[in-house]
Nanobody, 125 residues
C-alpha cells in the first residue's frame, strides 16, 4: 500500500530556509517520478518541483526556480524539497505526490496517483 507522508513544514521568517521531506513508507514507489505541489488559501493547487524516477531529471516552477532543490534518497525512500530565500507568497500547504504513469513525471496534478496529507509552510514577512 502506498503511503506518502510529508514533514518539515513550519512557521519561518522571510529569507529563511526549510527542507521538506516526503517518505514513501510503503516502499512501493521506487523508480517512479515524484513531485511537490502547494495550495494556498483560496487558490488552486500548483506545481512546485518534480523529479524523475531515476533522479536524473529535475524541473521547477518559475516561482521557485533558483531558490529550491528537489532531491531523492532511495535508501530512505524519501524525497526532499529544499527551499531557500522564502517569501510570504510561499505560504501554503505543501503536498508530495507520486505517479506510476510516467518515470519522467509531470507538472500536472492530474497525472499523479498518490498524495500525502500535506505539511503547512507559513512565511512571515
Amino acid at each position: 500500500q502506498v503511503q506518502l507522508a510529508e514533514s518539515g513544514g513550519g512557521l519561518v521568517q522571510a529569507g529563511d530556509s526549510l527542507r521538506l521531506s516526503c517518505v514513501d513508507s510503503g516502499r512501493t514507489l521506487s523508480g517512479y517520478a515524484m513531485g511537490w505541489f502547494r495550495q494556498a488559501p483560496g487558490k488552486q493547487r500548483e506545481f512546485v518541483a518534480g523529479i524523475s524516477g531515476s533522479g536524473g531529471t529535475t524541473y521547477y516552477a518559475d516561482s521557485v526556480k533558483g531558490r529550491s532543490t528537489i532531491s531523492g534518497e532511495d535508501a530512505k525512500n524519501t524525497v526532499y524539497l529544499q527551499m531557500n530565500s522564502l517569501k510570504s507568497e510561499d505560504t501554503a500547504v505543501y503536498y508530495c505526490a507520486a505517479t506510476t504513469r510516467s518515470r519522467y513525471g509531470s507538472s500536472q496534478s492530474y497525472d499523479y496517483d498518490y498524495w500525502g496529507q500535506g505539511t503547512q509552510v507559513t512565511v512571515s514577512s
